[in-house]
């Protein structure tokens, strides 16, 4: 370009450029500061990326659970992905209880048919949504709180018999992971 | 004593380095002829206690490093190893652990001093700040430090505390998965947190200097709060306060050594002493003593925050939780500001000492609160009282000191200050007993 920008602090320059006009210099500062971030950022990102689950955590992602030993009103713990997955093999009164609740009242408000894939196989992660504890229930002998689901002992939040929050300081309800039956026993969760 | 021009000191080879890199100059003023308030009690030995912590817990650390393997396989028993099997390993690892006790007590009983005399207040708000830095440092370092034996506690202590994040909105659960490096605490997690826990006690030595560094830019604070006026109110740091900081760490040296060698378990958990298992949560999980307070706010807020009568929710209980917590540690930062006296001792201000007094039995309540489980109660009699309302009722008091100070500094009449700090230590004559003192200036 041909009109040449005066230098800082060198008197006026041409008048187009004068007070609060962007100069080049200006525009040149922009764009180095600019390309300085981005450039910081992108030398950034390896570094705080590699910090994610690397490809061998992610590999271990998935888990197959052979259902057929599960008796009607047993539960099972599986590991998927260094976290506790219960399995229940829920009897007929506990879907009935899990189906009978007005969904609006909820806290987490999603219908039973919503969580379980097959009504009589409930499958969640067993880790409370407050703040990773696993909660009580799986024996038959554990306090399973006024719900008949689960109870999370660290701070005492209640869950019903589709693992749905319903007292407590638990936000969400227990996650049901992604899962799949491969045959009518057996499922291959994640 | 030396002192004049720089380098004309007696030792040749002394003389010689000092011309080229004047460090001993730099010692000899910042340490020797260093002008200090002449009326320290001995609240103002926990700074240099607290410095003298610090050193022992990155000394016996990096011991224990040589014989520690961040594996989740082999971390509890390596840490069993050196109880067991590593000559004295016993001892350095009971002298770091105990250790970090004793660094957060000499470190509250500093901050503590503080807040009482109004050493945060101009010219030491930058100092008082990077204070709160540093504590925050400690605070992490301490946390990634007690995951490293593996134990129970360990596992379900960061489970906990890594899971805070969760409750930040949209990101939460991708920042918790970053923590961890996976699914859920792992050897990843374990990894780092040895990685960061060897680190960051280097970042606090950092910070610690600029403590100092800033701390002999504006001069000690002093019980009375009233800024030396002129020689006859100070005194050299050295031989005076040498020989009193000694004093003091000799003293709480041997009280660290008395829980080092008689009672190495005092401040830990029982449950530590189990492997951690992902599949198992302890039936009471509580933090180090040192976190008990923060806990307990955090486990206070067990309401969601919502505008009334329309039933939207601004921010549910375990964000509310969160914020809470770190908010008891941030408003540190802005402490300063929101004390609108200009008067700095306690001494001075009857209402302020008794509002410091009520938030240090509100913290002490915090801590016991903290300790118990969630669903705990008193029974006074009939009554039942939850201890939930006891830790919101702390919790109350906790940031409405805080919040109160702006109040307090514009109602409250202080009593009058003296006129220096030479005048009620001789009844009289500021200008006399300038024995001590050299010749110097200072504001």
Redesign the interface.
Known sequence: MADTTQTAGHGPGSGSHSGGDPTRRDFIYLAAAATGVVGAAVTAWPF?DS????AD?LAL?STDVDLAPVQVGQSI?V?W????VFIRHRTPEEIKSAVDVNVSELRDPQTDAARAKKPEWLIVVGICT?????PLGQKNSDPRGEYGGWFC????SVYDTSGRIRKG???RNLEVPSYAFKTDTSIRIG | MAHGPSSSFKNPVVNWLDQRLPIFTMIQKEYGVFPTPRNFNYFWNFGAIAMIMLVTMIVSGIVLAMHYTPNTNLAFNSVERIMRDVNFGWLIRYIHMNGASFFFIAVYIHIFRGLYYGSYKKPRELLWMIGVVIFLLMMATAFMGYVLPWGQMSF?GA??I???FSALPLVGQDIV????????V?N?TLN?FFALHYLLPFVIAAVVFLHVAALHVTGSNNPLGVEPKGPQDTLPFHPYYTVKDSFGTVVYLAIFAAFVFYAPNFFGEPDNYIQAN????P???VPEWYFLPYYAIL?SI?FDISIPFTGLKLI???LG?VIAMFGSIAILFILPWLDTSPVRSARFRPIFKKGILAFLVAFFLLMYVGAQT??AAWHLGGLEIPLVYVGQFATLVYFGFFLSLPFVGLIEKPLPLPASIAKPVLGGGATAAGAAAKPMEKA
């Open positions: 705080i910090l994610n689950p690397a955590t992602a713990t590991t992905r260094g976290k506790p407050h703040l990773g504890c696993i002992p660290c701070h005492g300081p638990a936000p | 379900w489970t906990v890594t899971n805070l998965t970053l923590l961890w490096g996976g699914f859920s792992d990843p780092r992902p599949m198992v949560t039936p009471h999980i486990r067990t549910e209980a375990k939780g969630a669903d």
